[in-house]
C-alpha cells in the first residue's frame, strides 16, 4: 500500500489476555518505530528496528511487551497479560533511512487498545 | 538526552488570527527539530523539519518554524487561523547522526473560533 498500515484500528481486550498488534510499514522501508501515546500525552518510544534486528527495546515498559520482525517488513508488537495501564494508541512509522537525521518517518494511523 | 516542552496543552484563536504554538528543546548536540499534525483518530502527519541551513523552515498548509538557538526554540506559525488547522500539534526533535528515535512534545490542541 501507498502508506502505513496497521490492524486492528481498535481492540479492547480483557485485563489478563494477550493481545497483537500488526504494523505493514511502506514497501522498502528498512526502519520501523513503535510508540505508544497515552491519552492527553505525546507518542512515546518503545522500539526501533532496522530490517530484522532489533536495535533499540529501551522504551518497552516491561518484559510483558515483544515486539518482532522477523522477515524485515511486517512487525508485530505483542502484549502478555494486559494490565489497565496499557490502555493507549500503539503508532508505528518507517523510514527509509537507516542512518537517521532528516528522513521523515511516515506514521500509521494507529491501534487503539482498551483494556477493560 | 533530548527533551522538547511544549508551552499551553489548548489554544484557542479565532478564524483569520495569527496562530502562534509554542515549543522550547533541550538537546547535547546540535537538534534536527519537527512539528507535526494529528487530527482525531488520525496518525502523525509531517508539517515541517529543520535540519539545517535556513532557520526559518515552511511547511503545509501555510505554517513555518523559526529555529532560534540563542533561545532554544522552534515555535510554529501561521498568519491566518483556517478552521481546517483544528487539530493536535506536537513538536519533536531527534538527533542528526543515528537512527531516528524522536521524542515528542506532550502536544497543543488548536482550537479555532469561527
Known amino acids: 500500500g501507498a502508506g502505513v498500515s496497521q490492524s486492528p484500528r481498535y481492540k479492547v481486550a480483557k485485563r489478563g489476555q494477550d493481545v497483537a498488534l500488526r504494523c505493514d510499514p511502506i514497501s522498502g522501508h528498512v526502519s520501523l518505530f513503535w510508540y505508544q501515546q497515552a491519552l492527553g500525552q505525546g507518542p512515546e518510544f518503545l522500539t526501533y528496528?532496522?530490517?530484522?534486528?532489533?536495535?533499540?527495546k529501551s522504551g518497552l515498559p516491561s518484559d510483558r511487551f515483544f515486539a518482532e520482525r522477523p522477515e524485515g517488513s511486517v512487525s508485530t508488537l505483542k502484549i502478555q497479560r494486559t494490565q489497565q495501564e496499557d490502555s493507549a494508541v500503539y503508532l508505528c512509522?518507517?523510514?527509509?533511512?537507516?542512518?537517521?537525521?532528516?528522513?521523515?518517518?511516515?506514521f500509521g494511523q494507529g491501534t487503539r487498545l482498551t483494556v477493560v | 538526552a533530548q527533551s522538547v516542552t511544549q508551552l499551553g496543552s489548548h489554544v484557542s484563536v479565532s478564524e483569520g488570527a495569527l496562530v502562534l504554538l509554542r515549543c522550547n528543546y533541550s538537546s547535547s548536540v546540535p537538534p534536527y527539530l519537527f512539528w507535526y499534525v494529528q487530527y482525531p483518530n488520525q496518525g502523525l502527519q509531517l508539517l515541517l523539519k529543520?535540519?539545517?541551513?535556513?532557520?526559518l523552515v515552511k511547511g503545509i498548509n501555510g505554517f513555518e518554524a523559526e529555529f532560534k538557538k540563542s533561545e532554544t526554540s522552534f515555535h510554529l506559525t501561521k498568519p491566518s487561523a483556517h478552521m481546517s488547522d483544528a487539530a493536535e500539534y506536537f513538536c519533536?526533535?531527534?538527533?542528526?547522526?543515528?537512527?531516528?528515535?524522536?521524542?515528542f512534545g506532550t502536544g497543543t490542541k488548536l482550537q479555532v473560533i469561527p
Open positions: 528496528f532496522q530490517n530484522e534486528a532489533q536495535l533499540d
Open positions: 529543520y535540519t539545517t541551513g535556513a532557520t
Open positions: 512509522a518507517s523510514s527509509s533511512s537507516q542512518t537517521g537525521g532528516a528522513t521523515e518517518a511516515f
Open positions: 519533536a526533535v531527534t538527533r542528526p547522526k543515528g537512527y531516528q528515535k524522536v521524542t
